[in-house]
């Protein structure tokens, strides 16, 4: 996968309903050329450096994200191969189980309004 296709999912991870309008809006990239780069045209240096630097400044107002990515590091560099397999087996534990309950609670909402 490449390095545009990996910082456009993850910009859709962090902000999943955003539209083509918001989308360049945060990013101040014109809406024609937002449409065109998720249909897959390639990026210019500068239209990437403005996808991360959303994705940057999202994640870094959450107040633990910068602790995890320090003991991230840390773990990195401390931890043997077998260690580091059981924290990434947790943690996607962790992300499966959040995406099942964010599904759930959406299929419950819908369930309630009709």
């Not at 859709?12 to 945060?26: G, H, K, N, Y």
């Amino acid at each position: 996968m490449s390095l545009q296709q990996v910082t456009i999912q993850r910009y859709r991870q962090i902000f999943p309903q955003d539209t083509l309008r918001e989308v360049s809006a945060r990013t101040g990239i014109q809406i024609t050329r937002v449409f065109r780069l998720f249909s897959g045209k390639p990026m210019k240096v500068g239209e990437l450096e403005a996808f991360q630097q959303v994705i940057t400044d999202k994640i870094a107002s959450n107040p633990g994200s910068a602790r995890f990515t320090s003991l991230v590091d840390q773990a990195i560099a401390i931890l043997s191969d077998r260690e580091l397999q059981k924290l990434n087996e947790t943690i996607e534990r962790k992300l499966v189980n959040a995406q099942f309950s964010d599904m759930f609670l959406g299929y419950s909402n819908q369930q309630e309004i009709a």
